[in-house]
T-cell receptor, first 111, second 112 residues
């Protein structure tokens, strides 16, 4: 069964460092999402792509976060510089019809 | 921002019992979905109910939707230890590209 792939699964970094997360959606899925999930809360949307275009980045802290999906397939989310408050799970999802398929996530710890 | 709130925040039951979780939301929706998240993992889609539907079943899952009260409930019948997970409701306002807004989640513990 096709799955959304994410790497790394875990990342520990020091504040002010740069970090990057990678996501490979299910083949053929045009819509890709990045979410941030703080422990004990539900996922919150950071950015949404339709093919290679950003369709919603209203909740993305653009002073430090960036996201790209250059060829409309895989995607990278970057944080520079990382802050203590960025410690969270970063989830990627892709969509088919009304259902979103999530990857296993990247657990980020900022020290 | 979280669209919905779920209650209870945590629920502990024995295997074989039923588990009911409730979700309240704030704005008009096109559909409401329920997802499950096992500890430290990604979310898995369980069921979708459209705004013109009142009840839907899938296996041991039963979902109800009351748009006048802006609320939904998820019932899991005959719970199993493998049902232990966090459950989230997510609303889709149906405007433009699908954007889900998740609730705060209910942590369910099913003990053998």
């Amino acid at each position: 069964e096709a799955e959304v792939a994410q790497s790394p699964r875990y990342k520990i970094t020091e504040k002010s460092q740069a970090v990057a997360f990678w996501c490979d959606p299910i083949s053929g899925h045009a819509t890709l999402y990045w979410y941030r999930q703080i422990l004990g809360q539900g996922p919150e949307l950071l950015v949404q792509f339709q093919d290679e275009s950003v369709v919603d980045d209203s909740q993305l802290p653009k002073d430090r976060f960036s996201a790209e999906r250059l060829k409309g397939v895989d995607s990278t989310l970057k944080i520079q510089p990382a802050e203590l408050g960025d410690s969270a799970m970063y989830l990627c999802a892709s969509r088919a019809k009304n259902e979103q398929f999530f990857g296993p996530g990247t657990r980020l710890t900022v020290l | 921002s979280q669209q919905g709130e779920e209650d209870p925040q945590a629920l502990s039951i024995q295997e074989g019992e039923n588990a009911t979780m409730n979700c309240s939301y704030k704005t008009s929706i096109n559909n409401l979905q329920w997802y499950r998240q096992n500890s430290g993992r990604g979310l898995v889609h369980l069921i979708l109910i459209r705004s013109n539907e009142r009840e839907k079943h899938s296996g041991r899952l039963r979902v109800t939707l009351d748009t006048s009260k802006k609320s939904s409930s998820l019932l899991i019948t005959a719970s199993r230890a493998a049902d232990t997970a966090s459950y989230f409701c997510a609303t889709d306002a149906g405007t433009g590209f699908q954007k889900l807004v998740f609730g705060t989640g209910t942590r369910l513990l099913v003990s053998p």
